[in-house]
């Protein structure tokens, strides 16, 4: 997990100077990290919510863009259902994307050894990203708009160095390339929901491709 709290260390520092410059005070800013802990949903959240946008459109996007760690959790859910609810609470909480990454592991979570070491690895990711944030704040007060200086790009660097190594198949290879293309596409010709679609084309391509292996 190190090497991936660095590398969300350009996102943490956008989200932070971000709140800051819509109007959060330093306060509200860091404890968006503290309660929230999601980086692509606080990122859109700060914008609609500066926006004066409704309490429910703000719900109902947020949702959408977190919908993916419901998948996290029952992909999870095998490997710590018997464990005690102390344990898997803390578990649910620190799930992020980085961390799902290197859940695939037979053994993941089942014993009290790997659990501990997977919540510090989760919660090691908390810390920093709330570490990053703190950055963000100083620096959006400090400095002028740092939105323009392309930190944003991190996200998507974040997400290419977690998926790349997963793809090992031509089913996952699939899904990725549609995926891609049609988010591209989509997004291109604004259609609102180009995310949500294009996961869904990308899931079902990689999907057919596994069942016709099969058969």
Same mark, same amino acid.
């Given at each position: ?6 590398? /969300?260390?350009?996102? +943490? ?13 330093? =306060? ?7 309660? /929230?802990?999601? +980086? ?17 459109? %703000?719900? %109902? ?18 490997? /710590?259902?018997?464990?005690?609810? @102390? ?34 690895? +989760? =919660?090691? =990711? ?13 620096? +959006? ?21 977690? /998926? ?5 198949? @031509? ?45």
């Amino acid at each position: 997990m190190m090497p991936l709290n660095l590398a /969300v260390l350009p996102w +943490g520092i956008l989200c932070g100077s971000l709140a800051m410059q819509n109007g959060f005070s330093a =306060f509200e800013a860091q404890l968006m990290s503290l309660l /929230v802990f999601a +980086g692509s949903a606080q990122l859109v959240a700060i914008e609609l919510i500066a926006s004066d946008t409704s309490l429910l459109t %703000i719900a %109902i996007t947020t949702f959408i863009i977190s919908s993916r760690h419901f998948l996290y959790g029952l992909a999870v859910r095998q490997k /710590v259902i018997a464990q005690p609810l @102390r344990w898997r609470l803390p578990v649910s909480f620190v799930l992020t994307d980085e961390l799902f990454a290197f859940s695939h592991h037979p053994k993941a979570y089942q014993t009290k050894a790997r659990l501990i070491y997977a919540l510090s690895a +989760g =919660f090691s =990711f908390y810390v920093f990203w709330n570490i990053w944030t703190l950055i963000g704040i100083v620096a +959006g007060q400090l400095l002028p708009d740092l939105t323009n200086l392309g930190l944003d790009f991190a996200i998507a660097t974040t997400f290419i160095a977690l /998926v790349v190594p997963s793809i090992k198949n @031509r089913a996952t290879l699939a899904c990725v390339m549609v995926s891609g293309i049609s988010a591209a596409a989509l997004k291109s010709w604004g259609f609102d929901m180009w995310l949500v679609a294009s996961a869904l084309l990308g899931m079902s391509c990689g999907y057919l491709m596994t069942r016709e292996v099969k058969q």
